[in-house]
């Protein structure tokens, strides 16, 4: 079934494979997408993987993650987007646009010396406390969302993914951990679900109602169970995947974990299948109670687990990353029967800030 095409939002995709966004450190340093990552995207659709999301993308220069990072916070980006949405689109391969606001998880710099957030929660990890979102803010990062999907689809993308997961500033916003909000943009599910909403009502204005509008999000901060902190988790995931599906977010990808919860969000040693697709059981439930695909992303490695989580309703496409920095040809590999497991060993050497790639010796 893996090989099976499929689609959201009027787009047709030729399978079920999903390159996960992940951070290349590719870009010039104000965001300028270049040709590494042309010639990155590029190998990966000669290569037939069914949908590419390109690493995180700021919608303004206050939320900056990293070094490297692309950007989309002006119009000057759209032409060179478009020429790599050219390249990818030589082959029958479609890429989306995965956009993001660093929000608690802002880098710091002299040009940008505060990180804000839904509410003034120290980030832990970092030992940084983020300044509260004033609503002019707030009304302003909605704004910087809606345009940054304005120019994915003027730059050809297929598709725009919002990154609503790993503790980003969206992340921020859903999760009760991270916002304590008495305003409309606080409190109840509803409420902390509302900014997404209204970044989607306005971004409809200008690409209409038929272009492509994804979102990942976490289901769980990933916290131990029995934590004592009041955060994400089952069922109330459930309820904002089906504000997300009202609200037209045409295909959600599953994922989970921020950085405080520790090991949640790069899981490594993933050597046997029971090990593999550890957000399974959370994007089950959101399947079914939603009718837009579920794609799911969280250390996928094999083929028969690909093959299962399709088959067995847990999924309707397969989103993985790190396997296919280490073989980008994996999924020809998979479709010609040289293969049924990746190489990978989730080692997560490839965090590369030269640009990422495969770094363990295999050798050894």
């Known amino acids: 079934m893996v090989f099976n095409s499929t689609g959201f939002g009027g787009l047709e995709v030729p399978n079920r494979f999903v390159r996960s966004a992940t951070h290349e450190w590719m870009a010039e340093p104000d965001g300028t997408p270049t040709e ?45 987007y478009r020429k790599i949405t050219s390249r990818v689109h030589k082959y029958p391969s479609k890429i989306a646009l995965q956009i993001v606001h660093g929000g608690r998880q802002t880098m710091i710099t002299t040009e940008n010396p505060y990180a804000f957030a839904p509410s003034a929660v120290t980030e832990a990890t970092r030992g940084m406390t983020p300044e509260e979102m004033t609503e002019e803010e707030v009304l302003e990062t909605i704004e910087d969302f809606a345009q940054a999907v304005r120019r994915a689809k003027e730059a050809g993308f297929d598709a725009v993914q919002l990154h609503c997961a790993h503790g980003f500033l969206l992340s921020n916003f859903i999760s009760p951990y991270t916002n304590r909000r008495k305003d409309r943009w606080g409190g109840s599910t509803e409420k902390r679900t ?103 992303v969280g250390g996928i490695r094999s083929r028969p687990v690909m093959e299962m989580l399709i088959e067995e309703g847990y999924a309707d496409l397969v989103s993985i990353c790190r396997p296919l920095i280490c073989e980008t040809d994996l999924v020809m590999k998979f479709k010609n029967g040289e293969s049924e497991v990746a190489k990978c060993v989730s080692c997560n050497l490839c965090s590369d800030k030269t640009g990422i790639k495969c770094n363990y010796d295999f050798d050894e």
């Open 194 to 296: 509302q900014v997404i909403v209204d970044i989607i009502k306005r971004a409809r204005e200008m690409v209409g109602e038929d272009y492509p509008i994804t979102a990942k999000m976490n289901a769980t901060d990933g916290f131990p169970k029995g934590s004592k902190k009041k955060s994400l988790d089952a069922p109330e995931c459930v309820e904002i995947a089906k504000i997300l599906a009202d609200n037209s977010v045409c295909a959600i990808e599953v994922s989970g974990g921020i950085a405080e919860a520790g090991e949640e969000l790069f899981w490594t040693n993933i050597n046997s299948a029971d090990k593999e697709a550890y957000y399974k059981e959370y994007s089950k439930m959101i399947k079914e109670a939603v009718d837009i695909p579920i794609i799911l």
């Open 36 to 80: 590494r990552l042309g010639d990155l995207y590029e190998e990966l659709a000669k290569n037939e993987v069914g949908l590419i999301i390109t690493g995180y993308s700021y919608v303004n220069p206050k939320g900056k993650s990293d070094h490297l990072q692309q950007g989309i916070y002006d119009d000057k980006f759209i032409e060179p």
